[in-house]
C-alpha cells in the first residue's frame, strides 16, 4: 500500500513538472499580435530588411568625392588679398610611356609616298633587327623625304605626320605604335593658378585629369587632337600675366514681413560713394560696390529686413579674357533649391578706356538656359552685389511653401593674380603697395 501511494506521488509530481515546463516554454515564445504583408512576404519586428538588387554603380557621395572641392568652397574673407603678385615659373608638358632610347642609327635618303606609318617604319627598317607593332589602329598615310637623319628624329617625323605615337621596346627590338598617348603636365606652385588651367582643360573637354596636389602635376591621356588642345591652353595661359578670380558668397534671403527687401536702403546706410554702379538685368540687379560694402556689412544691412540663408560658398579662376564658370551645387547643399545654378564669368584685366579695370560678364543660368546676364566694368577692389533674383526661379512644383519675396543674393569680390618675372619674390600687395600697382 505504501508503494503504490509513493508511486501515484512520483507520477503526479512528474505531470506537475511537465505541466511547468510547459507553461515556462509558452512565457518563452514570441507573441505575434500583429501580422504585416508587404509583397508576400511576412513582416514583424524580428525580420530582417530585404533590399532590391542595385546595379554596379558608384555611389552619390563616392562620385562627387574631389580633393579640390575644398580649395573651391572655402572663403577665408578675412585674409583676402586683392591683388597678389606671383613669380612666372615654367609649364612643362611631358609625355610617358616612351619606352627605351633607339638605336644610334643614321637615315639618309628615305621616301615615302601615300603610306601607312606602320608600312613606312617597316620599309625603313627592313634590313635591321627592329619590328613594328601597331598597338591600335592607325588610318592617316603619310609621305615625305629624309635626306639625313638619325633615326629617332626620322622616327619621331613620322609618327607626328601620322598623328600616332611611339614606343621603343630594347629587349625585344619592337617599335609600338598607338593612337593614344598620355602626358604628364608640371604646373605652378600657386593653387589658384592650377584651378584655372583645370577648367581650362576641362572646358576643352579633356577629361579624366589626374591631379597630384602634392607634387602639383597633372596626368591625363588622349590622342593627337587632345595633346594639340592642351598644348594650346598651356601655351596661352603661359603668354598671359595676369589671372582673375573671384571669390563668392549666395544668399537666399526671406523678408521678416510680407514685403520685399528695400535695396534702396542701401544709399543712405552706406552712402553713395559706397554704391559705384547699378546695372540692370533681364532678371536682378548687379550694384557695383566699394570695399566697404563686405560680406560682414551686407549681411549685417540684410540682417534689419530679412533673415538670410547661405547657400553656396566658394572661388573659381580664369586666365585673362577666358571665360569660366562655378557651379553653385557642388559647394553646397543638396537638398537647396538653388542647387542647379551655374555662375558663369568672362573677364580681361587691362586698358578700359584709358582706366585700368577688370571688364566681366556674369551669367547666371540653369540646364533650362540662360536666367540673367550682367556687363561689369569695375576697379580692382570693388565687389559685386546681383539682387533681386527671386527664389521661385529655381522652384519646380506647381505650389511652394517659400515666400514669393524671398530672393537670391549673389556676393562676389573679384582677385587679380599679377604673374611676374621669375627674379621678382611673390607677394600680396596692401597699402601703399596696391596703389602703386594700380597706378601703373
Known sequence: MAQNNIKKTIVLCTIIASLSACANRQQNMPLYDTVNVVENTVIDENSVPIFPKKA?????????????????????????????????????????????????????????????????????????????????????????????????????????????????????????????????????????????????MRGADVRNLLVNWQDKTVVFEGNYQTEREVSKIISDVASKKYVLAWDMDVYRVYPKTDNPIIWMNMLPAFGENNIRMSIPGVVG????????????TLQEFIASQANMVLVSQGTFAMPNGWQ?????????????????LIVGATGTYGNYGGYK???????????????????????????????????????????????????????????????????????????????????Q
Request: contains cysteine; hydrophobic residues 40%.
Open 56 to 200: 554596379a554603380l558608384t555611389t552619390d557621395t563616392a562620385q562627387r568625392f574631389a580633393l579640390d572641392l575644398p580649395k573651391r568652397c572655402t572663403v577665408d574673407w578675412n585674409n583676402q588679398s586683392v591683388v597678389s603678385v606671383v613669380p612666372e615659373e615654367k609649364i612643362e608638358i611631358v609625355r610617358l610611356n616612351t619606352g627605351d632610347a633607339l638605336p644610334d642609327l643614321k637615315v639618309s635618303d628615305y621616301e615615302f609616298k601615300k603610306m601607312y606609318v606602320k608600312d613606312a617604319l617597316e620599309k625603313l627598317l627592313e634590313d635591321t633587327d627592329i619590328s613594328v607593332i601597331e598597338d591600335q589602329a592607325t588610318f592617316e598615310k603619310i609621305s615625305g623625304t629624309i635626306s639625313t637623319s638619325s633615326l629617332t628624329d626620322a622616327v619621331e617625323l613620322m609618327a607626328k605626320l601620322g598623328r600616332v605615337y611611339y614606343s621603343y621596346d630594347a629587349e625585344f627590338g619592337e617599335i609600338h605604335l598607338t593612337a593614344n598617348g598620355k602626358w604628364m603636365i608640371k604646373m605652378p606652385k600657386d593653387e589658384t593658378i592650377i584651378m584655372a588651367l583645370l577648367d581650362a
Open 285 to 296: 540687379r548687379a550694384l557695383v560696390v566699394s570695399p566697404e560694402i563686405n560680406t560682414k
Open 324 to 340: 569660366t564658370r562655378f557651379d553653385i551645387g557642388q559647394c553646397g547643399k543638396e537638398d537647396r533649391l538653388e542647387t542647379d
Open 357 to 439: 579695370k577688370i571688364d566681366a560678364k556674369i551669367v547666371l543660368s540653369t540646364s533650362n538656359g540662360e536666367l540673367t546676364s550682367f556687363k561689369i566694368p569695375s576697379n580692382v577692389g570693388d565687389n559685386y552685389v546681383i539682387v533681386g533674383i527671386p527664389t521661385h526661379a529655381f522652384v519646380t512644383t506647381p505650389e511652394t511653401l517659400v515666400s514669393p519675396f524671398a530672393e537670391l543674393v549673389v556676393f562676389m569680390s573679384p582677385r587679380l593674380i599679377s604673374i611676374v618675372d621669375a627674379s621678382k619674390p611673390g607677394k600680396n600687395l596692401t597699402g601703399d603697395e596696391l596703389r602703386d600697382f594700380l597706378n
